[in-house]
């Protein structure tokens, strides 16, 4: 497995908070490593009308295999770069999954 680098990620006993960076209006709708300590998801959704918000935890659930009732946008709706809450991960389990996506990215599958 690819190793993550160090990224901004807090625990606390509900879950984690991760620092996203989106790109919106990609031509693709993929995690895209990782950017100034922020994981970094290209989105093909506009930032209009909260369309990228709406993408980016949907691509979230999928990368992490959760429900998007579990994802809530904390900081940064209007930004590129977002606080993005995960209920119920803990950090081992969203390292081994997001080790998992980059994979699938590198495979090109």
């Given amino acids: ?37 922020a994981l970094k998801l290209k ?11 709406e993408a980016c935890l949907a691509l979230l659930a999928r990368l992490f295999r959760i429900p998007k009732s ?11 770069q977002k606080w993005v809450r995960i209920e119920g991960l803990r950090r081992e389990m969203l390292q081994k999954r997001l080790k998992e996506g980059m994979i699938f990215l590198e495979d090109g599958t």
């Fill in 1 to 37: 497995m690819p190793d993550i680098p160090p990224f901004d990620l807090h625990e606390d006993a509900s879950g984690v908070v991760l620092k996203v960076s989106v790109q919106p209006r990609s031509s693709r709708e993929e995690p895209a490593g990782f950017y100034n300590g």
């Fill in 70 to 80: 579990r994802l809530r946008i904390l900081r940064g709706h209007r930004s590129r």
């Fill in 43 to 53: 989105l093909t959704a506009p930032p209009s009308e909260g369309a990228a918000n």
